[in-house]
């Protein structure tokens, strides 16, 4: 199973939600069975690192975040499995960039796998403050452990706790 987390610009939002699976399929060892990755709409950071106040913020919380910015490709949509965008206007570039409509069933919401949380997108916190980025993490963990559980579910992947 590969999934793919997309944002806008693939420096606050994707890159923070695969850190945050990737730490959860390192603490199950799951890496034979799931991999991750991120990708932007715009190409406008690609090479950067992440938003330095979510690098911070993530921090804070346990995760590093290292994933280097690329945009989303055609190729995105044949090698993933699962396609996650971070909200409405993502998840329609993601249809209007997908290169057959016969993959349209890959993209998804992020927030439709969120538990503990009620919220229709993950928000852009770049333009806010601090609690704009703490809020982004809180949902961010929410909906990835909410993935991780759907993708046992439907996989029987077991994991070691």
Known sequence: MKVLFV??????????AQTIMQQLLDKHDLHPHIQVDSAGILNYHQGEAADPRMRAHAARRGYDITHLSRPVTARDFYDFDLILGMDEGNIDDLHDRCPSPALEHKIGRMTDYCRQNRADHVPDPYY??????EHVLDLLEDA????LE?????????THS
């Open 144 to 147: 990835c452990e909410g993935l």
């Open 150 to 158: 759907k993708l046992r579910e439907e996989k029987a992947i077991q």
């Open 7 to 16: 944002c806008l610009g693939n420096i606050c939002r994707s890159s923070t």
């Open 128 to 133: 806010g403050g601090a609690q704009g980025f």
